[in-house]
């Protein structure tokens, strides 16, 4: 791991235990610089310290570099994630790399979404298209509302409605209705794609957005008074 990150590399039973011991360097009273779009459970864990009066913690746009830079002017740690979860955001690694070690602070990157296969924050590139040699299994669009985001989950059959990702199921979730992440756009969906094959998951994907669309049609036809097609077909 450490050869193909280009740097040392220490194992942890999870994500959060390698972020969280990142941050205990942080001394008590100390400032954060974090993204605000990030997990939740980093989102979670900063929020908890700030609020026991552990540390300071400046949530920024990373995709803003003139931001970030003048936010770590002070700080101890700056920690980024890209891309981001689930928003995918692309932050600029070199730039703020450098912003954060020229103002003195630790610097953390959460490479969960591109893997070291992708991208090395520890020998560092030119933003996303060049800082990325693919663009990774996890991505992120949005559908009309929440209720056509929740339909089109429902309708899946191949692909799993679940939180987790970079298994080697496909799983799909509408991330707004997570405690602490109503901030997102409502019909946001994040899709983490598995090892299936391509044609099932499109075919999955197809068929679901048809029918989600569908029940839309058909719902905006009922308010008119015109006649519908009848209820979707709900098999699966
Ligand atoms: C970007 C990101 N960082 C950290 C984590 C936490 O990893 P773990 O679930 O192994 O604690 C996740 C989990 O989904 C994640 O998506």
Not at 86 to 112: F, K, S, W, Y
Not at 118 to 124: A, E, K, S
Not at 188 to 210: F, K, M, P, T, Y
Not at 213 to 227: D, H, K, Q, V, Y
Request: hydrophobic fraction near 45%.
């Amino acid at each position: 791991m450490g050869q193909l990150e280009g740097g040392h590399a220490v194992a942890f039973s999870s994500g959060m235990a390698a972020i969280a011991a990142v941050l205990d360097l942080v001394p008590t009273g100390g400032r954060i610089v974090a993204p605000e779009d990030c997990y939740f459970g980093l989102g979670e864990l900063l929020a908890d310290a700030r609020q026991q009066g552990r540390w300071a913690v400046d949530r920024v746009d990373l995709t803003d570099t003139a931001s970030v830079r003048a936010a770590v002017t002070g700080a101890d740690l700056l920690w980024l994630e890209t891309p981001s979860n689930p928003l995918l955001d692309i932050a600029d690694l070199p730039a703020l790399c450098a912003a954060g070690r020229h103002a003195g602070a630790l610097v953390g990157v959460d490479n969960t979404f591109a893997t070291p296969l992708l991208q090395q924050p520890l020998t560092g590139h030119r933003t996303a298209a060049a800082q990325m040699t693919g663009f990774g299994a996890v991505l992120a669009f949005e559908v009309a509302d929440a209720p056509t985001a929740d339909r089109l989950c429902d309708a899946l059959a191949v692909i799993v409605h679940a939180t987790s990702l970079g298994g080697v199921e496909t799983t799909i979730e509408r991330r707004s209705k997570l405690a602490g992440q109503h901030h997102l756009p409502p019909g946001l969906l994040r899709l983490s794609v598995g090892c299936e094959h391509i044609n099932d998951l499109w075919n999955d994907l197809d068929s679901a957005l048809q029918r989600a669309g569908r029940i839309t049609s058909a719902a905006a036809l009922a308010e008119t008074g015109l006649p519908t097609s009848g209820p979707p077909d709900r098999r699966r």
